[in-house]
């Protein structure tokens, strides 16, 4: 770790926690987060910025005027929701919400938004506009993409968007991001297989629709291994089955749900019509009636080259040139910032907590040593961004 985090920020490390431990024991879930937007702009309008609501139902932009003069304009954005988990920590501040947990670190993410922009906005030595976006409903929900359709880029007008992520289990402190795709496209399925019911002793007086579903499961992971070309990547991964009610019947139905993941366009194509052909094919070979709902959902999250030069040019003066891994792999998650990405030019990193519960974990909880790290990297990137001309 080098100077470039900011003393001003280290020095309200309590504060900081504060906020975001609040934050944590009330989570709440997409488009559901609306005692999480209330505190949100309660605290932005405290350090005396004008904060726009309603983009996406709980979502809200607040605004910062540059002392400096005219410049450009930027957009930094932090998830708000949590997850449908049970939490496990017992921590003092542990969700106050049964069944609802803030396992990804979108606590976090709000309070090192915030901190930067309470710091900004008491030293706003840049020339341009800082519009700090905080949006909800990333998990699963798209509501990255409902915010831009909803007009986030027409009413608040950007030149670059950026977004950073926790990353536990990689050394503290440390920035993570690669070119071209690092998240990949998300799409899911949902098959349902008809059958006719019979006793089990008597399974040819029917139409076995688990039969079909065991074939249905391994003729699908054909897809990947003899498929996609080995070169590229892809998941696909079968999650839920659900069928019968008893040991001695056969049941009429059994549905499957799962997930598919790519990079790109090509190979998205070619997953999605290889598993349709192979649903279509397991029902004539078993004779049961098989109808498929697959769904696309977030597209790979694609960073854009010049925007990324200076979100690790942000990171190196945060933490040091070896602190930066320019090459991080592709991740096999999805990341509903691809939306903003796709509609302007932008920019993700992940930011790393060091040893501690994957994300998504019942035992998970976010560092707070990290949000120092955090919210001076957003005050580094807007003042390499907005610097006077």
């Not at 559901?32 to 309603?54: I, W």
């Not at 840049?126 to 905080?134: K, N, R, S, Y």
């Not at 004539?284 to 709902?293: K, L, Y």
Request: charge should be negative.
């Amino acid at each position: 770790m080098t100077d470039g985090i900011l003393p001003a920020l280290a020095a309200r490390l309590d504060e900081l926690t504060a906020w975001r431990r609040e934050l944590h024991s009330f989570p709440e879930t997409a488009f559901e987060e609306h005692r999480t937007s209330d505190y949100l702009a309660a605290r932005l309008e405290g350090f005396g910025l004008p904060v726009h609501r309603g983009l996406a139902g709980t979502g809200l932009v607040a605004t910062l005027e540059g002392r400096r003069g005219a410049g450009p304009a930027i957009g930094l954005r932090a998830d708000i929701d949590a997850l449908d988990i049970a939490e496990a920590t017992n921590l003092p501040w542990r969700s106050t919400r049964p069944g609802k947990m803030h396992a990804c670190g979108h606590d976090g993410h709000m309070t090192m938004l915030l901190g930067a922009a309470q710091h900004l906005a008491a030293h706003p030595d840049f020339a341009g506009t800082v519009h700090f976006i905080f949006q909800p409903a990333e998990e699963n929900e798209g509501g990255g993409k409902v915010m831009v359709e909803e007009g986030l880029f027409e009413r608040f007008p950007v030149q670059g968007v950026y977004g950073l992520h926790n990353w536990p289990n990689a050394p503290f402190g440390t920035f993570l991001g690669r070119p071209g795709p690092m998240f990949a496209a998300f799409d899911i399925f949902e098959v349902r297989i008809g059958g006719r019911s019979a006793h089990a002793a008597m399974p040819h007086r029917g139409v076995d629709p688990v039969l079909a579903a065991s074939q249905l499961v391994a003729a699908l992971q054909s897809i990947v291994s003899r498929n996609v070309d080995p070169a590229e990547a892809a998941v696909l991964t079968v999650t839920q089955i659900h069928g019968g009610d008893t040991w001695n019947v056969i049941p009429e139905e059994v549905v499957l749900r799962g997930t598919c993941r790519t990079f790109t366009a090509e190979v998205r194509d070619l997953v999605e019509a290889r598993f349709r052909e192979i649903c279509a094919g397991i029902g004539a070979a078993t004779g049961t009636a098989i109808t498929v709902d697959y769904q696309r959902r977030y597209p790979a999250m694609v960073n854009h080259p010049a925007e990324l030069d200076e979100a690790f040019a942000a990171a190196r003066a945060t933490s040091g040139e070896a602190s930066v891994i320019t090459d991080f792999p592709p991740i096999m998650a999805a990341e509903d910032f691809a939306y903003m990405l796709e509609a302007v030019p932008g920019a993700y990193i992940c930011l790393a907590s060091g040893p501690g519960p994957n994300l998504h974990n019942a035992h998970y909880d976010f560092n707070d040593a990290l949000l120092p790290v955090g919210a001076s990297y957003w005050v580094n990137l807007v003042q390499r961004l907005l610097a006077p001309r």
